[in-house]
Protein backbone atom coordinates (compact mmCIF):
# COMPACT_ATOMS: atom_id res chain seq x y z
CA UNK A 1 0.00 0.00 0.00
CA UNK A 2 1.36 3.03 -0.70
CA UNK A 3 1.81 5.78 2.00
CA UNK A 4 2.46 9.46 1.29
CA UNK A 5 4.17 11.61 4.37
CA UNK A 6 4.38 14.95 4.94
CA UNK A 7 6.51 16.35 7.29
CA UNK A 8 5.93 18.64 9.52
CA UNK A 9 2.42 18.77 9.89
CA UNK A 10 1.73 22.42 11.43
CA UNK A 11 4.07 25.29 10.65
CA UNK A 12 4.20 28.50 11.99
CA UNK A 13 6.49 30.97 11.15
CA UNK A 14 7.46 34.46 10.39
CA UNK A 15 7.10 36.84 7.69
CA UNK A 16 10.36 36.88 5.49
CA UNK A 17 12.07 33.32 6.35
CA UNK A 18 12.68 30.40 4.48
CA UNK A 19 11.27 27.06 5.12
CA UNK A 20 10.60 23.98 3.72
CA UNK A 21 8.00 21.26 3.25
CA UNK A 22 8.86 17.16 2.83
CA UNK A 23 7.17 15.00 0.81
CA UNK A 24 8.17 11.07 1.59
CA UNK A 25 6.19 8.30 -0.45
CA UNK A 26 6.51 4.47 0.16
CA UNK A 27 6.79 3.19 -3.69
CA UNK A 28 7.64 3.99 -7.21
CA UNK A 29 5.77 6.54 -8.25
CA UNK A 30 4.88 7.82 -11.97
CA UNK A 31 4.64 11.89 -10.93
CA UNK A 32 3.81 14.00 -7.67
CA UNK A 33 1.64 17.16 -7.38
CA UNK A 34 1.59 19.90 -4.65
CA UNK A 35 -2.30 21.37 -4.12
CA UNK A 36 -2.45 24.37 -1.81
CA UNK A 37 -6.08 24.75 0.18
CA UNK A 38 -7.33 28.19 1.54
CA UNK A 39 -9.96 27.18 4.54
CA UNK A 40 -13.33 26.14 3.18
CA UNK A 41 -12.12 26.24 -0.25
CA UNK A 42 -10.92 23.72 -2.68
CA UNK A 43 -7.65 22.39 -3.92
CA UNK A 44 -5.34 24.67 -6.00
CA UNK A 45 -2.51 22.95 -8.20
CA UNK A 46 0.48 24.72 -7.66
CA UNK A 47 3.22 21.78 -9.33
CA UNK A 48 3.32 18.71 -11.55
CA UNK A 49 6.71 16.95 -11.25
CA UNK A 50 7.48 14.47 -13.83
CA UNK A 51 10.97 13.09 -13.49
CA UNK A 52 13.44 12.62 -11.17
CA UNK A 53 15.68 15.64 -10.81
CA UNK A 54 12.93 18.35 -12.13
CA UNK A 55 12.46 21.45 -9.86
CA UNK A 56 9.85 24.18 -10.74
CA UNK A 57 9.44 27.50 -9.52
CA UNK A 58 6.60 29.60 -8.75
CA UNK A 59 6.91 33.16 -7.22
CA UNK A 60 8.38 31.82 -3.85
CA UNK A 61 7.47 28.46 -3.97
CA UNK A 62 9.76 25.54 -5.38
CA UNK A 63 9.46 22.14 -5.82
CA UNK A 64 11.94 19.43 -6.37
CA UNK A 65 11.22 15.73 -6.72
CA UNK A 66 14.20 13.33 -6.24
CA UNK A 67 12.66 9.81 -7.25
CA UNK A 68 15.52 7.85 -6.53
CA UNK A 69 15.04 8.71 -2.84
CA UNK A 70 11.30 8.69 -3.01
CA UNK A 71 11.24 12.41 -1.84
CA UNK A 72 10.15 15.53 -3.25
CA UNK A 73 10.54 18.83 -0.99
CA UNK A 74 8.30 22.60 -1.31
CA UNK A 75 10.72 25.31 0.25
CA UNK A 76 9.21 28.55 0.95
CA UNK A 77 11.31 31.26 0.09
CA UNK A 78 10.92 34.66 2.29
CA UNK A 79 7.45 34.22 3.00
CA UNK A 80 4.42 36.12 3.20
CA UNK A 81 1.19 36.69 5.20
CA UNK A 82 -0.77 35.21 1.87
CA UNK A 83 1.01 32.12 1.44
CA UNK A 84 -0.20 30.91 4.69
CA UNK A 85 -2.46 27.63 3.65
CA UNK A 86 -2.48 23.94 3.92
CA UNK A 87 -0.15 21.99 1.37
CA UNK A 88 -0.71 18.94 0.31
CA UNK A 89 1.38 16.64 -1.58
CA UNK A 90 0.16 13.96 -3.71
CA UNK A 91 1.87 10.68 -5.31
CA UNK A 92 0.84 9.07 -8.65
CA UNK A 93 0.87 5.47 -9.22
CA UNK A 94 -1.05 3.89 -12.65
CA UNK A 95 -2.58 0.89 -10.85
CA UNK A 96 -4.49 -1.03 -13.82
CA UNK A 97 -4.18 1.53 -16.22
CA UNK A 98 -6.15 3.72 -13.90
CA UNK A 99 -4.40 6.69 -12.34
CA UNK A 100 -4.90 8.36 -9.06
CA UNK A 101 -3.62 10.36 -6.15
CA UNK A 102 -2.66 9.27 -2.51
CA UNK A 103 -2.13 12.60 -0.74
CA UNK A 104 -0.39 13.48 2.45
CA UNK A 105 -2.07 14.55 5.60
CA UNK A 106 -1.20 18.07 4.77
CA UNK A 107 0.95 20.60 6.05
CA UNK A 108 -0.77 23.80 7.58
CA UNK A 109 1.26 26.66 7.00
CA UNK A 110 0.78 29.71 9.45
CA UNK A 111 3.13 32.58 8.39
CA UNK A 112 3.02 35.81 10.96
CA UNK A 113 4.12 39.28 10.39
CA UNK B 1 -12.33 28.47 -19.99
CA UNK B 2 -15.00 27.16 -17.41
CA UNK B 3 -13.48 24.83 -14.56
CA UNK B 4 -14.76 21.87 -13.12
CA UNK B 5 -18.27 22.32 -11.79
CA UNK B 6 -19.58 20.67 -8.66
CA UNK B 7 -22.96 20.61 -7.58
CA UNK B 8 -24.95 21.22 -5.05
CA UNK B 9 -22.12 23.38 -3.15
CA UNK B 10 -23.85 22.52 -0.07
CA UNK B 11 -25.89 19.54 1.24
CA UNK B 12 -27.62 18.45 4.65
CA UNK B 13 -29.19 14.99 4.45
CA UNK B 14 -30.46 12.43 7.30
CA UNK B 15 -29.05 9.64 8.10
CA UNK B 16 -30.46 6.76 5.81
CA UNK B 17 -31.11 8.59 3.07
CA UNK B 18 -28.81 8.82 -0.34
CA UNK B 19 -27.93 11.02 -1.86
CA UNK B 20 -25.98 11.88 -5.41
CA UNK B 21 -23.34 14.56 -6.42
CA UNK B 22 -22.59 15.85 -9.73
CA UNK B 23 -19.33 16.95 -11.46
CA UNK B 24 -18.68 18.55 -15.16
CA UNK B 25 -15.59 18.49 -16.47
CA UNK B 26 -13.45 20.59 -17.62
CA UNK B 27 -14.23 20.71 -21.63
CA UNK B 28 -11.86 18.13 -23.39
CA UNK B 29 -11.25 16.22 -19.87
CA UNK B 30 -12.53 12.32 -20.72
CA UNK B 31 -11.39 11.96 -16.79
CA UNK B 32 -12.95 12.20 -13.47
CA UNK B 33 -11.83 11.05 -10.28
CA UNK B 34 -13.72 11.96 -6.96
CA UNK B 35 -11.95 12.12 -3.74
CA UNK B 36 -13.34 12.64 -0.01
CA UNK B 37 -11.72 14.94 2.28
CA UNK B 38 -12.96 14.78 6.07
CA UNK B 39 -9.99 16.43 9.43
CA UNK B 40 -9.58 13.25 10.46
CA UNK B 41 -9.12 10.82 7.26
CA UNK B 42 -7.94 13.25 4.95
CA UNK B 43 -8.25 13.19 1.10
CA UNK B 44 -8.99 9.66 0.01
CA UNK B 45 -9.14 8.73 -3.77
CA UNK B 46 -12.71 7.34 -4.03
CA UNK B 47 -13.06 6.19 -7.89
CA UNK B 48 -11.98 7.56 -11.11
CA UNK B 49 -14.16 7.12 -14.67
CA UNK B 50 -13.06 7.40 -17.81
CA UNK B 51 -15.21 7.06 -21.02
CA UNK B 52 -18.18 5.76 -18.85
CA UNK B 53 -15.98 2.99 -17.45
CA UNK B 54 -15.10 2.82 -13.75
CA UNK B 55 -11.48 2.20 -14.31
CA UNK B 56 -10.11 2.22 -10.75
CA UNK B 57 -11.91 2.41 -6.92
CA UNK B 58 -10.53 3.31 -3.47
CA UNK B 59 -11.01 1.31 -0.43
CA UNK B 60 -14.88 2.26 0.44
CA UNK B 61 -18.10 0.54 1.10
CA UNK B 62 -20.02 -0.42 -1.62
CA UNK B 63 -22.69 2.17 -1.01
CA UNK B 64 -20.29 4.53 -2.47
CA UNK B 65 -20.60 4.61 -6.70
CA UNK B 66 -20.79 6.38 -9.42
CA UNK B 67 -20.82 6.54 -13.43
CA UNK B 68 -19.79 9.18 -15.95
CA UNK B 69 -21.83 9.97 -18.49
CA UNK B 70 -21.00 10.38 -22.82
CA UNK B 71 -20.64 14.12 -22.33
CA UNK B 72 -17.83 12.74 -19.44
CA UNK B 73 -20.19 14.75 -16.93
CA UNK B 74 -19.90 12.40 -13.64
CA UNK B 75 -21.98 11.49 -10.86
CA UNK B 76 -21.47 9.63 -7.58
CA UNK B 77 -23.95 8.77 -4.95
CA UNK B 78 -23.72 6.89 -1.77
CA UNK B 79 -27.10 5.55 -0.16
CA UNK B 80 -28.04 4.52 3.39
CA UNK B 81 -25.81 7.51 4.84
CA UNK B 82 -24.27 7.53 7.90
CA UNK B 83 -23.09 10.38 10.15
CA UNK B 84 -19.34 9.62 9.15
CA UNK B 85 -20.22 10.23 5.31
CA UNK B 86 -20.19 14.19 6.32
CA UNK B 87 -17.33 15.39 4.02
CA UNK B 88 -15.97 17.86 1.62
CA UNK B 89 -16.12 15.35 -1.76
CA UNK B 90 -14.22 17.07 -4.50
CA UNK B 91 -14.16 15.74 -8.46
CA UNK B 92 -11.01 16.77 -10.24
CA UNK B 93 -10.55 16.27 -14.45
CA UNK B 94 -7.70 15.34 -16.31
CA UNK B 95 -7.29 14.69 -19.93
CA UNK B 96 -7.32 11.16 -18.99
CA UNK B 97 -3.87 8.69 -18.73
CA UNK B 98 -0.44 10.07 -18.65
CA UNK B 99 -0.96 13.58 -19.02
CA UNK B 100 1.20 16.66 -17.90
CA UNK B 101 -1.62 18.92 -17.25
CA UNK B 102 -2.14 16.87 -13.58
CA UNK B 103 -5.90 16.92 -12.20
CA UNK B 104 -7.78 20.30 -11.89
CA UNK B 105 -10.37 19.88 -9.06
CA UNK B 106 -13.72 21.67 -8.58
CA UNK B 107 -14.85 23.23 -5.63
CA UNK B 108 -16.14 20.77 -3.50
CA UNK B 109 -19.97 19.55 -2.66
CA UNK B 110 -20.11 19.99 1.18
CA UNK B 111 -22.34 16.54 2.76
CA UNK B 112 -23.23 16.93 6.30
CA UNK B 113 -25.64 14.13 7.50
CA UNK B 114 -27.89 14.75 10.54
Known amino acids: ELKVEQNPLFLSMQEGKNYTIYCNYS?????LYWYRQDPGKSLESLFV?????AVKQEGRLMASLDTKARLSTLHITAAVHDLSATYFC?????????????FGKGTHLIIQP | KAGVTQTPRYLIKTRGQQVTLSCSPI?????VSWYQQTPGQGLQFLFE???????NKGNFPGRFSGRQFSNSRSEMNVSTLELGDSALYLC?????????????FGSGTRLTVV
Open chain 2, 92 to 104: ASSRAGRNDGGYT
Open chain 1, 27 to 31: TTSDR
Open chain 1, 49 to 53: LLSNG
Open chain 1, 90 to 102: AVEVTRGGADGLT
Open chain 2, 27 to 31: SGHRS
Open chain 2, 49 to 55: YFSETQR
